[in-house]
């Protein structure tokens, strides 16, 4: 890492007046501010802000995620974000919000704003498998909070949804319907969600004495277009199944689709539950059964135990909130019976 004085040798000035550019005080020729900026630019130096730090606090929560802003656009961010900013704002801290471009990555955002001071503590999204942020943030001694499932190594607080309990509910009530033939849509696997999703859905079949295949569990990706190619790969197969669980509802919207093209109804021949109960799920043709998440609590929550972590006071390591099972018209009893 450059340091300040790196920076005055580049530009053949003394540290102090490469503090006056980066305060905006004293008084610089402008020949020497643009010399003092393009060495900083050329070293990559970033401001150490440690000692005010010690003595003060930005009292502001970032948020790093790619298309931040069109992430906005999706309902369930948006909810996440609206109670995040709510808690935060209740304890006195704002939110900044960042995207990174081209040429920075999600993780040198991340890292940059850690080092810079501009913020307290970080919010991480979509906390995958193998992860690095946890680490480089922790490093850069900032206080950090990701929303997803346990990872192993990952030492930050973790907020999510007990998936696994409902991805079992889920199929619970499929299987109680009489379905015995259930597919599963399932999240990318390198995301921390991915698994427990999974074995919820494998405990129910197990327990009900139902026999697992692979054929039947579709790494289906995210998009609803991802959820329409799965589920149209499921209808090829010689013996399609009678219900589909999806991890997502936006997949299941992809499903519900594939099923209609195929001159199929969904809930009369072939069931379809979602997770997370967007606004639009009470408004397909037919309503979908879903897992409702708490989104907005998750924000809140997320909010308050990060906070607590910058403020040193006890918070969980893990804490995950509970899913509730919404039944609509998309899950019937079976009008054939396949085993």
């Known amino acids: 890492m450059a340091t300040i004085r790196d920076v005055a040798r580049r530009a053949h000035v003394s540290t102090a007046t490469v503090s006056y550019v980066?305060?905006?005080?004293?008084?610089?020729?402008?020949?020497?501010?643009?010399?003092?900026?393009?060495?900083?630019?050329?070293?990559?130096?970033?401001?150490?802000?440690?000692?005010?730090?010690?003595?003060?606090?930005?009292?502001?929560?970032?948020?790093?995620?790619?298309?931040?802003?069109?992430?906005?656009?999706?309902?369930?961010?948006?909810?996440?974000?609206?109670?995040?900013?709510?808690?935060?704002?209740?304890?006195?801290?704002?939110?900044?919000?960042?995207?990174?471009?081209?040429?920075?990555?999600?993780?040198?955002?991340?890292?940059?704003?850690?080092?810079?001071?501009?913020?307290?503590?970080?919010?991480?999204?979509?906390?995958?498998?193998?992860?690095?942020?946890?680490?480089?943030?922790t490093a850069a001694r900032v206080a950090t909070i990701a929303i997803g499932a346990p990872v192993a190594g990952v030492t930050c607080p973790i907020v999510g949804y007990d998936l696994r309990t409902g991805a079992e509910q889920a199929t619970q009530h499929l299987i109680r319907l009489g379905h015995r033939r259930i597919a599963l849509l399932a999240a990318p696997s390198y995301?921390?969600?991915?698994?427990?999703?999974?074995?919820?859905?494998?405990?129910?079949?197990?327990?009900?004495?139902?026999?697992?295949?692979a054929a039947l569990v579709i790494e289906a990706g995210s998009s609803e277009?991802?959820?329409?190619?799965?589920?149209?790969?499921?209808?090829?197969?010689?013996?399609?199944?009678?219900?589909?669980?999806?991890?997502?509802?936006?997949?299941?919207?992809?499903?519900?689709?594939?099923?209609?093209?195929?001159?199929?109804?969904?809930?009369?021949?072939?069931?379809v539950v979602g997770c997370d109960d967007l606004p639009l799920a009470a408004h397909t043709f037919p309503p979908l059964t879903t897992l409702r998440a708490p989104r907005r609590d998750l924000g809140a929550t997320l909010a308050r135990y990060l906070i607590a972590h910058i403020e040193q006071r006890p918070a969980l390591p893990v804490t995950l909130l509970p899913l509730r099972l919404v039944i609509r018209h998309s899950t019937a009893t079976p009008s054939r019976v396949v085993h």
Request: net charge negative; aromatic share 4%.
């Open 22 to 137: 980066l305060n905006g005080t004293g008084v610089v020729s402008e020949a020497t501010r643009e010399r003092v900026l393009a060495a900083i630019a050329e070293l990559g130096y970033q401001p150490n802000h440690s000692a005010r730090s010690l003595r003060t606090r930005s009292r502001t929560i970032g948020v790093v995620a790619p298309g931040i802003a069109g992430r906005l656009a999706d309902p369930a961010t948006a909810e996440i974000i609206a109670g995040l900013s709510e808690a935060a704002t209740t304890a006195g801290y704002c939110l900044l919000l960042a995207a990174p471009t081209d040429t920075e990555s999600e993780t040198e955002l991340a890292v940059r704003l850690a080092r810079s001071g501009r913020v307290d503590g970080l919010v991480l999204f979509d906390l995958q498998i193998e992860d690095e942020r946890p680490a480089l943030l």
């Open 191 to 213: 995301l921390s969600i991915s698994e427990p999703f999974y074995a919820g859905y494998r405990a129910a079949l197990h327990a009900a004495g139902l026999r697992r295949e």
């Open 225 to 271: 277009d991802d959820g329409m190619v799965a589920m149209q790969e499921l209808l090829a197969a010689r013996t399609p199944p009678t219900a589909v669980l999806a991890a997502s509802d936006t997949l299941a919207f992809g499903a519900m689709h594939a099923i209609r093209d195929a001159g199929l109804t969904v809930g009369r021949d072939i069931s």
